[in-house]
Nanobody, 121 residues
Framework: VQLQASGGGLVQPGGSLRLSCAASGSISSLNVMGWYRQVPGKQRVLVASITNGGITYYEKSVKGRFTIPRDGAKNTVYLQITNLKPEDTAVYYC????????????????WGQGTLVTVSS
């Protein structure tokens, strides 16, 4: 199983961005899908997640600005970011709980490679 994250870049304050994370490989099902972010010298922090039932979680500082839709047909989770602030600058990582096709059907956690978001004028 692999996760391919994309969509980061340099954005001006107030701008918008969409991150994507596509899962591929021997996948039976995808459970919780989430996005974390990390700045140098600090711990990785969960900013948003979504269950396969559509229940979402947002970290307090991103509520109202971030949304986390998922596309089951494409095995992809997105992070829609609006009204970007300089403090949103970080490397963003996707993380997905995957049940693989192989038996036994154990759930494992996989991480994407990280995509850098820089918010600056």
């Amino acid at each position: 199983v692999q996760l391919q994250a994309s969509g980061g870049g340099l954005v001006q304050p107030g701008g918008s961005l969409r991150l994507s994370c596509a899962a591929s490989g021997s996948i039976s099902s995808l459970n919780v899908m989430g996005w974390y972010r990390q700045v140098p010298g600090k711990q990785r922090v969960l900013v948003a997640s979504i269950t396969n039932g559509g229940i979402t979680y947002y970290e307090k500082s991103v509520k109202g600005r971030f949304t986390i839709p998922r596309d089951g047909a494409k095995n992809t989770v997105y992070l829609q970011i609006t009204n970007l602030k300089p403090e949103d600058t970080a490397v963003y990582y996707c993380c997905v709980a995957v049940v693989r096709r192989e038996l036994p059907p154990v759930q494992e956690q996989y991480w994407g490679q990280g995509t850098l978001v820089t918010v600056s004028s």
